[in-house]
């Protein structure tokens, strides 16, 4: 079975850091993107970015440049997601989903068709 | 702001069809794709590539797009189809947008 598994849920201070996990199974980790998305309370879902297992590769959504970092280990198959200073504004549930595609003629064609269950991030003094 | 506009809400009797627009001016290039958010859970891929369903889609989710506007409908809209909707497209092939979100109630 094709799956992303998350880390557990974790509850923080402001000023700390935090790594959160995505680990693949169920297929080649390193042939598929990996995006991470954000949902805050009651909210709809943000694009934070993507990376290529396979050779770290990685986009950001300029909104979270400098935010949070994107970082992948293949030897693992997990991908994570890192902050080296939390706000409470970063309280949320993160989700990593997989990036697969089509193809036709006129190109390639995406979709995030398995997703995590999500982390839930808490920060709080 | 998003740059895929949904209607907030959206309420349906069970047995009948609801539509859920999903608008945006770089849409007409696009391929859009539609997920289905049960409250406490993640969001669940139920079409791609515009019309297309994945294969734990059921054929009462449907979808299409006319220019700048793409539209998920449901037929014979059943109680477990409560959930927030969401369409989304790529910018490029990394970066992604999507919609506020649609709140489906079945009532």
């Known amino acids: 079975e094709v799956q992303l598994l998350q880390s557990g849920p974790e509850v923080k201070e402001p000023g700390e850091s935090l790594k959160i996990s995505c680990q693949g199974s169920?297929?080649?980790?390193?042939?598929?993107?990996i995006g991470w998305v954000r949902q805050m309370p009651g909210k709809g879902l943000e694009w934070m970015g993507i990376?290529?297992?396979?050779?770290?590769?990685?986009t950001y959504n300029p909104s979270f440049q400098g935010q949070v970092t994107i970082s992948a280990d293949k030897s693992l198959d997990t991908a994570y997601l890192h902050w080296s200073s939390l706000k409470a504004s970063d309280t949320a549930i993160y989700y990593c989903?997989?990036?697969?595609?089509?193809?036709?003629?006129?190109?390639?064609?995406?979709?995030?068709?398995?997703w995590g269950k999500g982390t839930t991030v808490t920060v709080s003094s | 702001s998003y740059e895929l506009a949904q209607p907030p809400s959206l309420s349906v009797s069970p047995g009948q069809t609801a539509s859920i627009s999903c608008s945006g001016q770089?849409?007409?290039?696009?391929?859009v794709c539609w997920y289905q958010q049960r409250p406490g859970q993640s969001p669940v891929l139920i079409i791609f590539?515009?019309?297309k369903r994945p294969s734990w889609s059921p054929a009462r989710f449907s979808g299409s797009k006319s220019g700048n506007t793409a539209t998920l409908t449901i037929t014979g809209t059943q109680a477990l189809d409560e959930a927030d909707y969401y369409c989304?497209?790529?910018?490029?092939?990394?970066?992604?947008?999507f919609g506020g979100g649609t709140k489906l109630t079945v009532l």
């Open positions: 989304q497209a790529w910018d490029t092939g990394t970066s992604v947008l």
């Open positions: 989903a997989r990036r697969s595609w089509e193809r036709d003629s006129s190109g390639y064609y995406y979709h995030l068709d398995i």
């Open positions: 770089t849409l007409g290039d696009k391929y």
């Open positions: 990376i290529y297992p396979g050779d770290s590769d990685t």
């Open positions: 169920g297929y080649v980790f390193t042939s598929y993107w």
């Open positions: 590539e515009n019309n």
